[in-house]
């Protein structure tokens, strides 16, 4: 099966220029999670959707953020404009709501540096 | 200025040795529990999990342990392997009756080093 789909996977910009970052989640999960990782803070929790309605986004840094979910197999998380502090890992993640738990499934994740 | 970084705790651990690696969760309502390995470069890894109503779960080589009574979560790995170097998160899910049920919080990790 294949997992969460991250692109780009590496990504470096300039200053002021727009990011987005893509994201095909696993067929058939109703969750999507949107995190950033860096040295100074660990693994955030940006924005969630559940059946591709935001649920919480109280995490999205600054209205220089935003993500959105047109359908069930696609997301993107665009950055506009993009500063330095905004290099991190970002991954998208994935799962099912089931009664046994909540399983987050990880992509690989978007490397970006805005220089 | 000078950066500063998390300063993840690291455990170094010799092959063939056991690991323990410790967690402290925070919201006693959270009902269930899940370690991530995390592999440089890559994203985390989901590698065994385990509800409230239980106090031990075994996986391949792993084993989680829980004590609700204390709020910890411990991770075993038997005859720890040069693949086992990695960064190891805890993370704890709400009830689903909550509304955070979707969310999961994350601990911030623990860096586990296997020297030969």
């Known amino acids: 099966d294949a997992g969460v789909i991250q692109s780009p996977r590496h990504e470096v910009t300039e200053m002021g220029q727009e990011v987005t970052l893509r994201c095909k989640p696993i067929?058939?999960?109703?969750?999507l999670f949107w995190y950033r990782q860096t040295m100074m803070r660990g693994l955030e929790l940006l924005i969630y959707?559940?059946?591709?309605?935001?649920?919480?986004d109280s995490g999205m840094p600054e209205d220089r953020f935003s993500a959105k979910m047109p359908n069930a197999s696609f997301s993107t998380l665009k950055i506009q404009p993009s500063e330095p502090r905004d290099s991190a890992v970002y991954f998208c993640a994935s799962s099912q709501r089931r009664l046994s738990g909540n399983t987050i499934y990880f992509g690989e994740g978007s490397w970006l540096t805005v220089v | 200025g000078e950066s500063v970084g998390l300063h993840l705790p690291t455990l170094s651990v010799q092959e063939g040795d056991n690991s323990i690696i410790n967690c402290a969760y925070s919201?006693?309502?959270?009902?269930?529990f899940i370690w991530y390995k995390q592999e440089s470069g890559k994203g985390p890894q989901f590698i065994i999990d385990i509800r409230s109503n239980m106090d031990k779960r075994q996986g391949q080589r792993v084993t989680v342990l829980l004590n609700k009574t204390v709020k910890h979560l411990s991770l075993q790995i038997a005859a720890t392997q040069p693949g086992d170097s990695a960064v190891y998160f805890c993370?704890?899910?709400?009830?689903?009756?909550?509304?955070?049920?979707?969310?999961?919080?994350f601990g911030a990790g623990t860096q586990v080093v296997v020297t030969p």
């Open positions: 993370a704890e899910n709400s009830p689903m009756t909550t509304d955070s049920w979707g969310k999961l919080q």
């Open positions: 919201n006693s309502a959270s009902d269930y």
């Open positions: 959707f559940n059946n591709n309605v935001p649920i919480d």
């Open positions: 067929s058939g999960h109703d969750y």
